[in-house]
């Protein structure tokens, strides 16, 4: 298998040169942000995320970040907002890069978080006619429960993102429609299903989570609020979603990762998983964009190790997921696993 064609994906009918794409947050808040990622080789950006409410914006000025360090593990720990700029001539410029990256089978995409129906389906019909490719639905923003009251809407329910992504969809027209959906539900795989019902392209899973954090010096909570919490401990959370919507959803309906990558490793994994793609974002803010480079060339070293293709590893270990119940049995293995006074 050459080099080039080991990493090559598919979401929907969009064909990638590799599966790592730019989510959606500050570093791609700007034109500068969004063709450094493309320069470093992503294959596709997510933009800032837009809505149509006010405070939502406003909200950016109270935005505040800390990278908490647990057990050595790096994890972003903030509250955020959305870009304060005009939604026109934001898309008109993402559209301009997008136009650019086409050429180089890369794209860039419009990003909605949800607050409103009415809203959303004015914003989809907005980044058409700009003429953009990709339009993403941000259905389950974690910071929802904190946000001004309707700046910031979470789906948690499967039998509304039917309805919600159908709306989308019908305005969206020809550009293909992603769903991103929360970290704060295990209803994954049926929210999964509505949104393919709904006429979603892909399905991106999953947000982040909300947390507080005492902070033992002072004994208030760190930043002063709840916030948003991701990192590297969740991909395997992420892992077993994915694998439960593929089986929802079945094989033939692309997903995309999010929350918890920080390697080609686990790039791969999310793809063993059932991952089409991967959407990183934390590991740009801890690192810079030369992350998403790193990250290309370690999936790349894994998969000619092993003489695969990028495509040949999709969903591999989410079809091998089996039940407790088809288990060997292991009579007193849980004797290794507790302290020698447990044991008499
Ligand atoms: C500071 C920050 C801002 C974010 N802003 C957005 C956003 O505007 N829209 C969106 O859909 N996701 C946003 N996200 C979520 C990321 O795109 C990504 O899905 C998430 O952080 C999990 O991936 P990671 O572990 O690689 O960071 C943001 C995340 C962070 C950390």
């Not at 410029?93 to 990003?111: P, Q």
Request: hydrophobic residues 50%; neutral net charge.
């Amino acid at each position: 298998m050459s080099g080039n064609n080991r990493l090559v994906t598919q979401v929907g009918r969009l064909t990638l040169p590799n599966p790592v794409i730019c989510g959606s947050g500050e570093p791609v808040m700007t034109e500068a942000g969004i063709r450094a990622a493309l320069a470093a080789g992503a294959a596709g950006v997510i933009a800032r995320s837009v809505n149509e409410r006010p405070e939502a914006a406003r909200q950016l000025d109270l935005a505040d970040y800390i990278t908490l360090d647990l057990e050595g593990a790096r994890s972003l720990f903030n509250r955020s907002g959305l870009i304060g700029r005009d939604t026109a001539d934001w898309f008109g410029a993402i559209a301009a890069i997008d136009r650019e990256a086409a050429a180089a089978g890369r794209f860039v995409a419009a990003s909605i978080v949800f607050a409103g129906v009415e809203g959303a389906v004015e914003i989809a019909g907005m980044a058409r006619a700009a003429g953009l490719r990709v339009f993403e639905l941000n259905v389950g923003a974690p910071h929802a429960s904190e946000a001004s009251p309707g700046a910031i809407s979470q789906e948690t329910d499967p039998a509304r993102p039917r309805e919600l992504v159908a709306r989308v969809k019908a305005a969206a027209g020809d550009m293909a429609l992603w769903v991103k959906l929360t970290g704060l539900s295990s209803n994954l795989p049926a929210l999964a299903l509505a949104a393919r019902e709904g006429g979603a392209d892909a399905v991106c899973m999953m947000g982040r989570f909300m947390a507080m954090m005492p902070d033992l010096e002072t004994f208030a909570p760190v930043l002063g609020t709840s916030a948003a919490y991701g990192g590297n401990w969740a991909l395997p959370i992420v892992c077993r979603f994915l694998a439960l919507s593929r089986r929802a959803v079945g094989a033939d309906f692309p997903l995309m990762g999010t929350n918890g990558v920080r390697s080609g490793l686990d790039v791969a994994r999310m793809a063993l998983s059932g991952a089409s793609a991967v959407e990183v974002l934390s590991i740009v803010m801890h690192e810079g964009f030369g992350a998403i480079a790193r990250m290309i060339a370690e999936l790349d070293a894994f998969l000619a190790a092993r003489d695969i293709s990028f495509a040949g590893l999709v969903g591999r270990t989410a079809d091998r997921l089996a039940g407790y119940g088809a288990q060997s049995v292991l009579p007193g293995r849980w004797r290794e696993f507790v302290p020698r006074e447990t044991l008499g």
